[in-house]
């Protein structure tokens, strides 16, 4: 060895319990550690499950997991051709056949097509449905009773005013005939 690499040897040998001694085996502080401790009423299992779980995984506290309906389960052996779970959602076709619940039963017939412009005012189905008759000849009917009742009731005015007339004529009798009981 000549004395070049001696030298560096003995000062990598100096060095090397240096090094080891400033590592003691846990990650480096951040300015946020510096600044409080364990007891500040705050939790710090979540930093140590991150820390359990490794550079390349994500932790997911529990009660986000229970939030977001995440499970983890062991890996079994299992047939995946017969399960088929898909993410998304079906639409039908503009013309295929849809059924809504209404308040009536009948058949709705659809007067516009899909993406078709409309006016204002312009009918967009038609109802056929023999309840929904059946509900507007009641209307129908209940609307001309109203009217009938309205109609008689606006022929009692003038009955009403006729009787307060009589009334009055006979209060005026009964005076005349009380001052000629009197006068006798």
């Given at each position: ?108 017939e659809l007067v516009v097509e899909q993406f078709d412009r409309v006016e204002a005012g312009q009918p967009l ?60």
């Amino acid at each position: 060895m000549n004395i070049m690499e001696r030298a560096i040897a003995i000062a990598l040998a100096a060095l090397l319990p240096l090094t080891l001694a400033a590592c003691d085996g846990g990650s480096p502080k951040t300015s946020g550690e510096a600044e409080h401790g364990e007891g500040d009423g705050h939790d710090h299992s979540s930093e140590v499950e991150a820390e359990a779980t490794g550079s390349d995984r994500v932790a997911i506290p529990a009660a986000v997991r229970s939030n977001l309906g995440i499970s983890f389960v062991k890996v079994e052996r299992r047939r995946v051709e017969q399960t088929l779970r898909v993410p998304g959602r079906f639409e039908y076709l503009p013309t295929a056949r849809r059924e809504y619940r209404t308040a009536v039963p009948g058949r709705v017939e659809l007067v516009v097509e899909q993406f078709d412009r409309v006016e204002a005012g312009q009918p967009l189905y038609r109802l056929d449905s023999p309840s929904w008759r059946e509900m507007q000849q009641q209307l129908a009917d209940a609307e001309a009773q109203i009217e009938r009742l309205d109609a008689r009731l606006n022929t009692f005015e003038p009955l009403l005013a006729a009787h307060q007339q009589h009334e009055d004529s006979l209060h005026e009798s009964v005076t005349v005939w009380n001052e000629r009981v009197e006068q006798l």
